[in-house]
């Protein structure tokens, strides 16, 4: 337990975890849309707000799981209520707080039936995903990483689109799929360890036979959620036929999830199975970057473009996660970040012009520029952000991967440029259609401007793509410490096991 700085006081992570709970359970006594939609508003901003102090109470200098608490839960099955932070998480349980009022906002008008039963799954969602990335225990982790499922599952059951009980089923049986495998490498570890504590999991001299079964145990259920090619089928059904606040959830922090588990638990529980199997997920990935540029090149329907290009787009964090160096891990964590940003407002962006034409197929939003300005100079910056354009957000992610891989592997850093080049063609497509389309555009003059209400959500997103583009040093400087630790412990081990450097042929 001296990897924990104890929080003495107010136990502010469990107060992140249970205050959209405790929100979610007072819309159970009161009816009504108008109330929903503002008592949902107001408890995710005070949940943002409340957020804060874990930036400006943050020590960038400690390796050690910050404002952590810590109490038994079933003492007799060794089960404990553990939580903390570190800078591989703080930056996950902080876009899960701050994106969830512009959820909100979104489904302000979109969602017209049976509005509080949205709203508090809206609620149950942050409670599942904040407590997540600050579980400590893992059969804490386990339990928030099923809670997830059934509050997204209804999302796209009952406020999805015409396919909806298709893409409702098929994310569930595939994240289930991805648990069974997740629980049974949780058991395996207890009963090594005797301990579902995870920092008391790392760094054991596991055989090599139990560190693959365990190791391809977490793969599975990871790559599942990421999703990474080829399990990423599910992915293009749920985004499309989930409503906005969905996708956006889903995009934004939801993936994160699977490389966040990849980060903080194949690595330095599994090193040895990480060392073996990394060159494969490496080529892996950029069969990823490389499918997901393509089949969104083809897309018409603007919702499958933004799905596929999370493919591509997550297909460069788990290259970055995989190359084991700091530039590397750095920018994979960046970019889990810059993803959910971007690709959170390009789903937005698409849910906005679903509104007023109530089609995603690019020619009927064709030629909007002139008639809805404010809506394409945002989706204009977006759009930039989303192929890294120099200045954005995205960029700083990927350069830094990149930079990562070509000093492991030069032909591998090589082999994953064209997905930028493919990333700038199917952007820079849907957006040339949008704002100027052709010589037949259809009549779009019927289509109003965004509403305050609609810049107000999108605003704070193109905020962070400019912030985070080019001033990027305070959230490297949140996760260095971090990274350069578990770095340092991958290379004691690799001495201690005698094991060579990562080859990549």
């Keep these: 337990m001296d990897c924990l700085i104890i929080k003495e006081g107010f136990p502010l992570l469990s107060f992140l975890i249970f205050f959209p709970l405790a929100g979610a359970v007072v819309m159970f006594f009161f009816s009504g849309e108008r109330f929903a939609r503002w008592w949902t508003l107001c408890i995710t901003t005070v949940e943002a707000i409340a957020s804060l102090p874990l930036i400006t109470g943050f020590d960038t200098t400690t390796v050690k799981y910050q404002f952590a608490e810590m109490h038994p839960w079933i003492p007799q099955w060794h089960i404990n209520y553990i939580l903390g932070v570190d800078g591989i998480s703080i930056l996950l349980v902080l876009l899960s707080t701050l994106i969830m009022p512009f959820c909100v906002l979104a489904s302000w008008r979109y969602i017209k039936t049976r509005v509080t039963q949205f709203m508090i799954c809206l609620l149950i969602m942050q409670?599942?995903?904040?407590?997540?990335?600050?579980?400590?225990?893992?059969?804490?982790?386990?339990?928030?990483?099923?809670?997830?499922?059934?509050?997204?599952?209804?999302?796209?059951?009952?406020?999805?689109?015409?396919?909806?009980?298709?893409?409702?089923?098929?994310?569930?049986?595939?994240?289930?799929?991805?648990?069974?495998?997740?629980?049974?490498?949780?058991i395996a570890l207890y009963l090594k360890n005797g301990s579902f504590f995870i920092p008391d999991m790392m760094w054991k001299n596991y055989s090599t036979t139990f560190q693959m079964l365990v190791f391809l145990a977490f793969f599975l259920a990871f790559a599942i959620k990421v999703p990474m090619f080829p399990f990423h089928t599910w992915l293009p059904a749920a985004h499309v036929?989930?409503?906005?606040?969905?996708?956006?959830?889903?995009?934004?922090?939801?993936?994160?999830?699977?490389?966040?588990?990849?980060?903080?638990?194949?690595?330095?529980?599994?090193?040895?199975?990480?060392?073996?199997l990394a060159p494969y997920i490496l080529w892996l990935s950029i069969a990823g970057i490389m499918y997901g540029g393509f089949t969104a090149l083809a897309q018409h329907d603007m919702k499958k473009l933004v799905a596929y290009s999370s493919v591509g787009h997550?297909?460069?964090?788990?290259?970055?996660?995989?190359?084991?160096?700091?530039?590397?891990?750095?920018?994979?964590?960046?970019?889990?970040?810059?993803?959910?940003?971007?690709?959170?407002?390009?789903?937005?962006?698409?849910?906005?012009?679903?509104?007023?034409?109530?089609?995603?197929?690019?020619?009927?939003?064709?030629?909007?520029?002139?008639?809805?300005?404010?809506?394409?100079?945002?989706?204009?910056?977006?759009?930039?952000?989303?192929?890294?354009?120099?200045?954005?957000?995205?960029?700083?992610?990927e350069f830094l991967v990149l930079a990562g891989t070509f000093d492991v592997n030069k032909p591998l850093a090589l082999a994953a440029i064209p997905g930028t080049v493919l990333a700038a063609a199917y952007m820079l497509r849907m957006l040339q259609k949008i704002i100027w389309g052709g010589t037949d555009n259809p009549d779009q003059s019927y289509l109003n401007d965004l509403g305050f209400r609609e810049i107000i959500t999108l605003a704070p997103f193109l905020f962070f793509v400019f912030w985070i583009g080019l001033g990027p040093q305070p959230f490297i400087d949140m996760m260095h410490t971090s990274v350069v630790n578990l770095l340092q412990q991958l290379g004691e081990w690799q001495q201690q096991a005698n094991v060579a450097a990562l080859f990549l042929p």
Aim: a positive charge; one cysteine or more; aromatic letters at 16%.
């Design 241 to 276: 036929e989930a409503p906005t606040a969905g996708s956006v959830i889903l995009a934004s922090v939801l993936l994160k999830m699977g490389t966040y588990g990849m980060l903080r638990f194949c690595i330095p529980i599994t090193p040895e199975a990480t060392f073996t």
């Design 127 to 186: 409670v599942s995903m904040v407590g997540l990335f600050v579980a400590l225990d893992f059969m804490l982790f386990w339990v928030f990483w099923e809670f997830m499922l059934i509050p997204m599952y209804l999302l796209i059951a009952v406020w999805g689109g015409p396919r909806k009980e298709y893409a409702s089923i098929k994310f569930f049986i595939y994240t289930m799929a991805g648990s069974v495998f997740l629980l049974v490498a949780i």
């Design 314 to 397: 997550m297909g460069f964090v788990t290259l970055g996660i995989f190359i084991l160096n700091s530039r590397g891990i750095e920018g994979a964590i960046m970019q889990m970040i810059n993803h959910g940003v971007t690709t959170g407002a390009l789903f937005l962006c698409v849910g906005m012009i679903y509104e007023r034409t109530h089609s995603r197929e690019l020619r009927l939003a064709t030629g909007v520029g002139k008639y809805m300005p404010w809506y394409v100079t945002f989706l204009a910056f977006f759009s930039l952000s989303s192929f890294g354009f120099p200045g954005t957000n995205s960029f700083i992610g």
